[in-house]
C-alpha cells in the first residue's frame, strides 16, 4: 500500500484550538489586508458591491442569513477570478 498523499490527521481533533492556530497565522500575515494590496498593486479590474442596510424589514431572520452568505460568496468569488474588489 502506498502512503497516504497527505498528513493523517489524529483520531481526535481540537477544533477550537486549530481555529485559533489558523487565526493567528491569518493575522500574523494580515492576509486579507495583503490579498487586498496585491490586487490594487496588480491593477486588476475593479468590483464594486453596494450593500444595503442591514436589518431594513425588521428583526433579523433566515432570509437575512442566506441573503449575507450569498453576499459573502459573491465577493469571494469575485476576488478569486482576478478583480479587485473596493471593500466600503
Known amino acids: 500500500m502506498s502512503p497516504a498523499p497527505?498528513?493523517?490527521p489524529p483520531p481526535t481533533?481540537?477544533?477550537p484550538r486549530a481555529e485559533e492556530s489558523v487565526l493567528s497565522l491569518w493575522s500574523d500575515l494580515?492576509?486579507?489586508q495583503t490579498s487586498l494590496r496585491q490586487s490594487r498593486e496588480a491593477k486588476r479590474p475593479k468590483f464594486?458591491?453596494?450593500?444595503g442596510?442591514?436589518?431594513?424589514t425588521g428583526l433579523p431572520h433566515y432570509g437575512h442569513i442566506l441573503a449575507g452568505s450569498i453576499k459573502?460568496?459573491?465577493?469571494?468569488?469575485?476576488?478569486?477570478v482576478?478583480?479587485?474588489?473596493?471593500?466600503r
Open 6 to 8: 497527505f498528513e493523517v
Open 13 to 15: 481533533v481540537d477544533f
Open 30 to 32: 494580515q492576509a486579507f
Open 48 to 51: 464594486s458591491f453596494y450593500d
Open 53 to 56: 442596510p442591514p436589518f431594513a
Open 72 to 80: 459573502d460568496i459573491i465577493t469571494r468569488w469575485m476576488h478569486q
Open 82 to 87: 482576478d478583480l479587485s474588489l473596493v471593500c
